[in-house]
C-alpha cells in the first residue's frame, strides 16, 4: 500500500502523533474550519471617481481625472489592515460583514463592499472594493447678523498621501474665544490597530494640549478595547450676562484644567447580545484663577484680560466655584444588543449609511482615591439608547445620558449631588418608499444642569438650539428644542458629478434661568429657515449643509438672518449626545467610543 503523500510510518513510540501528521494538509483545513478558508484577498482600491464607469457622465471626464489627479488614492495596506480576517483564515459571512462596516466607517472611505468568491476546492477568495472619499477639505466658520464675517478657517487632510493619517491647521471661534491649533491622527499607528491624536492649540489665555492612544473594539466580535488619555487646557469660559443698558453681553472666565484617564474594557457573550466590564483610572485638577468675569474683545491677550478686569467696575463674580483634585478609581459595565441596517438618503443627501439598531445600557461608578485627592465624592455615569424600525416605515430613536457626583464632604443636611448635567434626544425618520427622494425628519431634544459648582451654562441660540436665532439668546441652565425637517434629493443640475438636495425646517424651544444666576426664562421662540445639502463625490455620505434661518417674531428684518454653515445635518440621530455646551462643563471619565465601534 503507498505511503499518504509527505508522511512517513510511525514508530511504535509516537503512534498517535504520527498518526495525526500523516493526515493530508487539506484536510486538517477542512476539519479546523468546516466552513472553508480564505485562499486569497484582491484588494480594489478605487480613487474619488471611477473613470469610465456607467454611472458617471462621460462628458465630464476631464472634471473626474482633475480630480482623481489631486487626491491620494488609499494604499491598499491600509484598507487591508482593517480587515478581521487574512490569508488561511476560516471563512466567515459575519467577519466580512464587520470588515465592510469599519472600513466605511473611515472618514477617507466613501463607501466599501467586502465578498466572497467560492472555488472548486471550498476555499474562498475575498473581494475588497472601495471608494475613496474626498479627503481634504476647507472649512469656513462664518457669523451672520448686521456683519457677515469669516470668524474661523481650518485645513484638513483625512488621508495624507494615501495612508490614513489626518492632519489639520486651523484658527477659529470656540465658544466665544480665537484659539489657533493643529492636529495629528491616525487609526493605525506604526502598522497596527492602535488609534492615536495629538493635538496642539494656543488660546488667550494660555495652551490646549490633548494626546489620546486607544485600541477600540474590532468590529461586533473584538473582546477588548483599551484608553489612554491626558489633556491640559487653559481656557475662558464664555458667559453670556445682563447688560448695563439692556440686552446680552459677552463675557470670559477662565479656567486651568487638567485631566488624565486610562482603562479597558472586556465584552463577553455572542454577537447581538454583548455584556461589557471594564476598570478605569481618571484624574482631573481643575482651577480658577479669578473668581470675576471679565469683558473681552475679540484676539485679546492675558495682558488685554488684566487691563479690561482692572478698568471694569463692578465686575459680576460667579460664587460657589469649588476647584477640583481627584484620582478615582471607576468601574464600567454596559449591555450591548445590536445589530445595524443599511440605509439611504437619512442623514446624507443620497448615500449609503450604516444605521445602529437595537438597545445600549451603559453604567460608571467612580469613587475618589483619598491618598491622591482633596475631593470625597461617587461620580455616577448612566446612558441609554435604542433604536428600531417602527410602523410605517419609520425608523426612530431615543438616547439619554446623566452624570453627576455625590459630594460625601456636603454640610451635614445640604443637598449631596453636585454638577448633575443631562441630555436626552428623541429622533425620527419617514421615507415614503426606498426609491423617494424625500426625507421628513422629526428631533426633540432637552439639555439641562443642576446644582452646579464648574463654570456652565446653555443658551438658546447655540450650535444644539434654535437656528434663526444668535448664539448668546436666552441664557440659562435648561432648554428643549424641538425641529421639523423635510428633506429632498434634487438629482439636479449634475447628479454624476455630486449630489445637491434641499431642506425646509421649523424650530421651536423654550429654556429657563434654573441655577445660572445670569440666565432668564424665554418665551417658546420659533424659527423658520431653508437649506441647500451637497455631496461630493456622488453618493458620498459627508453632507455640507448651509442653512438660512429667521425668527418668527414681529419687526422682523433682513439683518436678523441667520447663516451657518457646517459638515453634517444639524438635527438627527447622529447629532444625538453632541451638545456642546453641556460636553465643555461635562466631568465625564471615559467616552462612550469604548462602547460601541464602529457606530
Known amino acids: 500500500m503507498p505511503r499518504p503523500p509527505l508522511c512517513r510510518l510511525p514508530q511504535a513510540a509516537a503512534l498517535a502523533a504520527a498518526a495525526l501528521s500523516c493526515v493530508p494538509a487539506a484536510a486538517q483545513e477542512g476539519a479546523a474550519c468546516p466552513g472553508g478558508v480564505v485562499s486569497e484577498i484582491f484588494i480594489d482600491n478605487q480613487s474619488v471617481f471611477e473613470v469610465g464607469s456607467p454611472e458617471l457622465d462621460p462628458r465630464f471626464n476631464w472634471a473626474y481625472r482633475a480630480a482623481n489627479s489631486m487626491h491620494a488614492r488609499t ?16 471563512y466567515s459571512a459575519v467577519l466580512l460583514e464587520d470588515s465592510e462596516r469599519i472600513l466605511r466607517s473611515s472618514p477617507f472611505i466613501a463607501d466599501a463592499d467586502v465578498f466572497a468568491v467560492a472555488q472548486a476546492d471550498g476555499s474562498y477568495h475575498v473581494v475588497v472594493e472601495t471608494r475613496d472619499e474626498w479627503s481634504m477639505r476647507l472649512e469656513p466658520q462664518v457669523e451672520s447678523g448686521r456683519d457677515f464675517q469669516v470668524t474661523g478657517l481650518e485645513l484638513r487632510e483625512d488621508n495624507l498621501l494615501g495612508h490614513g493619517h489626518q492632519v489639520s491647521a486651523y484658527f477659529k471661534e470656540h465658544q466665544g474665544e480665537r484659539i489657533y491649533g493643529a492636529s495629528y491622527g491616525t487609526r493605525q499607528l506604526l ?15 494660555g495652551y490646549g494640549v490633548v494626546q489620546r492612544l486607544s485600541y477600540p473594539f474590532r468590529g461586533e466580535s473584538g473582546r477588548w478595547a483599551f484608553r489612554q488619555q491626558v489633556e491640559r487646557l487653559e481656557r475662558n469660559f464664555e458667559y453670556f450676562v445682563p447688560a448695563t443698558g439692556g440686552g446680552i453681553e459677552r463675557r470670559f472666565f477662565p479656567e486651568d484644567r487638567r485631566s488624565f484617564d486610562v482603562g479597558g474594557v472586556f ?30 474683545g475679540d484676539g485679546g491677550t492675558a495682558a488685554d484680560v488684566v487691563a479690561d478686569e482692572q478698568e471694569l467696575v463692578p465686575s459680576p463674580e460667579l460664587t460657589g466655584l469649588d476647584t477640583i483634585s481627584s484620582v478615582r478609581l471607576v468601574f464600567l459595565a454596559g449591555q450591548r ?9 437619512l442623514d446624507a443627501v443620497r448615500g449609503t449609511e450604516d444605521v445602529r439598531l437595537g438597545v445600549e445600557m ?7 482615591l483619598q491618598a491622591f485627592s482633596d475631593d470625597d465624592d461617587l461620580s455616577v455615569d448612566l446612558g441609554f439608547a435604542a433604536a428600531g424600525d417602527l410602523f410605517g416605515g419609520v425608523l426612530a430613536g431615543f438616547r439619554a445620558e446623566v452624570e453627576g457626583r455625590r459630594d460625601f464632604g456636603a454640610e451635614t443636611g445640604s443637598f449631596e449631588w453636585r454638577n448633575v448635567f443631562g441630555q436626552a434626544d428623541a429622533w425620527a425618520y419617514w421615507r415614503p418608499s426606498e426609491e423617494s427622494r424625500h426625507t421628513l425628519v422629526a428631533a426633540v431634544s432637552g439639555a439641562g444642569g443642576w446644582h452646579t459648582t464648574v463654570p456652565f451654562q446653555l443658551t438658546l441660540g447655540s450650535r444644539s438650539g434654535l437656528r434663526g436665532f444668535p448664539t448668546h439668546a ?48 424665554s418665551p417658546v421662540e420659533v424659527d423658520v429657515g431653508v437649506g441647500l445639502r451637497t455631496a461630493f463625490p456622488p453618493g458620498s455620505r459627508r ?20 447663516v451657518s454653515f457646517g459638515i453634517g445635518q444639524a438635527v438627527g440621530r447622529r447629532f444625538a449626545g453632541e451638545d456642546p455646551q453641556i460636553r465643555r462643563s461635562s466631568r465625564r471619565i471615559l467616552s462612550a467610543s469604548l462602547f460601541s465601534f464602529p457606530n
Open 474 to 521: 436666552y441664557p440659562g441652565e435648561r432648554r428643549v428644542v424641538a425641529s421639523l425637517e423635510h428633506r429632498a434629493y434634487l438629482g439636479w443640475p449634475y447628479p454624476r458629478l455630486f449630489d445637491m438636495g434641499t431642506a425646509v425646517f421649523v424650530d421651536a424651544g423654550k429654556s429657563w434661568a434654573g441655577g445660572d444666576a445670569f440666565g432668564m426664562d
Open 543 to 562: 453632507t455640507y449643509r448651509l442653512d438660512i434661518a429667521m425668527p418668527v417674531t414681529e419687526g422682523f428684518s433682513f439683518s436678523n438672518l441667520v
Open 267 to 296: 465584552r463577553l457573550g455572542r454577537r447581538g447580545n454583548l455584556t461589557l466590564f471594564g476598570m478605569a483610572l481618571a484624574g482631573e485638577w481643575v482651577e480658577y484663577p479669578r473668581s470675576t468675569l471679565t469683558p473681552r
Open 362 to 368: 451603559e453604567l460608571g461608578l467612580g469613587r475618589t
Open 191 to 205: 502598522g497596527t490597530h492602535l488609534d492615536a491624536e495629538l493635538s496642539l492649540s494656543r488660546t488667550p489665555v
Open 337 to 345: 444588543n445590536v445589530y445595524f441596517s443599511r440605509r439611504r438618503a
Open 75 to 90: 494604499r491598499p495596506e491600509v484598507i487591508r489592515r482593517e480587515l478581521l480576517f487574512g490569508v488561511g483564515s476560516c
